[in-house]
């Protein structure tokens, strides 16, 4: 439920991009992308924040285990990393404390 009125605020948000000062648009498309990691294990979240967070121009890499992730962290360097609370493979707090080390 949270992701969707995260997503429901952003799509709000997206409305008044027409407000925005002139060059502001062109502006953000020449910023680099943002790369956030999703460690989601539901397929259905997985997809809908996956679609969502790359039409707004961010690079997303999703993975369904914890371990995966942390593996990749080193080498990516993620912007943002965004962990379900409930993953099957690792708690989200051991997940946090290994992406710390």
């Given at each position: 439920?949270?992701?969707y009125?995260?997503?429901?605020?952003?799509?709000?948000?997206?409305?008044?991009s027409?407000?925005?000062?002139?060059?502001?648009?062109?502006?953000?498309?020449?910023?680099?992308?943002?790369?956030?990691?999703?460690?989601?294990?539901?397929?259905?979240?997985?997809?809908?924040?996956?679609?969502?967070?790359?039409?707004e121009?961010?690079?997303?890499?999703?993975?369904?285990?914890?371990?995966?992730?942390?593996?990749?962290?080193?080498?990516?360097?993620?912007?943002?990393?965004?962990?379900?609370?409930?993953?099957?493979?690792?708690?989200?707090?051991?997940?946090?404390?290994?992406?710390?080390?």
């Amino acid at each position: 439920m949270q992701y969707y009125q995260a997503f429901e605020n952003l799509n709000a948000a997206s409305q008044y991009s027409d407000l925005a000062p002139p060059g502001a648009q062109n502006l953000r498309n020449q910023m680099t992308k943002s790369k956030i990691f999703l460690i989601e294990d539901d397929p259905d979240i997985t997809t809908l924040v996956t679609d969502t967070l790359k039409k707004e121009g961010y690079e997303i890499s999703a993975f369904d285990k914890g371990v995966e992730a942390v593996s990749q962290v080193e080498s990516v360097s993620p912007d943002l990393i965004n962990i379900d609370q409930n993953l099957t493979d690792m708690e989200d707090l051991e997940i946090s404390k290994d992406l710390k080390k």
